[in-house]
């Protein structure tokens, strides 16, 4: 993607965020601001819609300090669609239901259990043929299976087989090698359990000036999933309990 813009004279901009909700934070740095002044600016997704607000508050902040917002309809999804071929694309794109990840290769998705196909498919790409790899190891992994999250941050995280049947992140001493690249170039290192946020995991209370804590982290729930198991425990007590004393009754 990158090498495509550059190529167009177009200037790839990463904001580098581990959640949507990052980019008002990314928007509104002095330097954000400076390189998107007087530009013509080209937004992508997923499927379209993030980047829908995303365009819509980039309009709002900056308005005619720069010259037009476009975005792309339909995001990747609806693109790869269009040009089967890939087009432009690299890469597979993550969607978020059972598909997994979408690519050219395999446009129905992905998702299910790792088949002995797959490994075969793996061990026959050539290092340059994926940028994705496995956080623990770095050799080439594109399967986001295992439900692993980074240990500082978060967010989702590869880990291939190998390195999953070791179980590094439940491991004393080696969670923090199950770190996504942007905690892993940062040096964060305060686990995202330990950190209190506020502002929607936005902003953490541990402190600004502490730099081993992450900007921000993701909480899959809201980050109240635990809450609410505990509560459909007691819930599930509570009528249990009921239904007792009707029966006594």
């Not at 949507?20 to 997704?45: G, H, I, N, P, R």
């Not at 819509?56 to 917002?69: D, I, Q, S």
Request: with cysteine; net charge positive; proline share 3%.
């Amino acid at each position: 993607k990158t090498e495509n813009a550059s190529k167009s004279g177009a200037e790839y901009l990463d904001p580098l965020m581990r959640k949507s909700t990052d980019f008002k934070s990314w928007l509104a740095k002095d330097e954000t601001q400076e390189k998107l002044k007087d530009k013509t600016v080209l937004m992508y997704c997923t499927g379209g819609i993030r980047c829908e607000r995303a365009s819509a508050y980039l309009k709002k902040e900056m308005g005619n300090e720069v010259k037009g917002v476009y975005q792309l309809q339909g995001g990747i999804e609806r693109y790869l669609k269009a040009f089967p071929d890939g087009g432009y694309w690299r890469g597979k794109n993550f969607v978020f239901d059972k598909r997994e990840a979408v690519g050219v290769e395999n446009p129905d998705g992905d998702g299910g259990v790792i088949r002995k196909g797959d490994k075969k498919k793996a061990a026959k790409k050539k290092d340059g043929d994926s940028a994705a790899k496995c956080v623990v190891c770095s050799a080439q992994w594109d399967r986001y299976v295992g439900k692993k999250k980074c240990y500082t941050c978060g967010v989702p995280v590869l880990m291939c087989e190998k390195c999953m049947s070791l179980k590094p992140d439940k491991t004393p001493g080696m969670q923090l090698k199950v770190r996504c690249p942007l905690c892993v170039t940062g040096n964060i290192t305060v686990p995202a359990s330990e950190a209190e946020f506020t502002d929607n995991g936005i902003k953490n209370k541990v402190g600004d000036n502490q730099k081993h804590v992450a900007a921000s982290v993701l909480k899959w729930g809201g980050g109240h999933s635990t809450k609410k198991k505990q509560g459909r425990k007691t819930k599930g007590k509570m009528v249990q309990t009921e239904s007792n004393d009707n029966a006594n009754e």
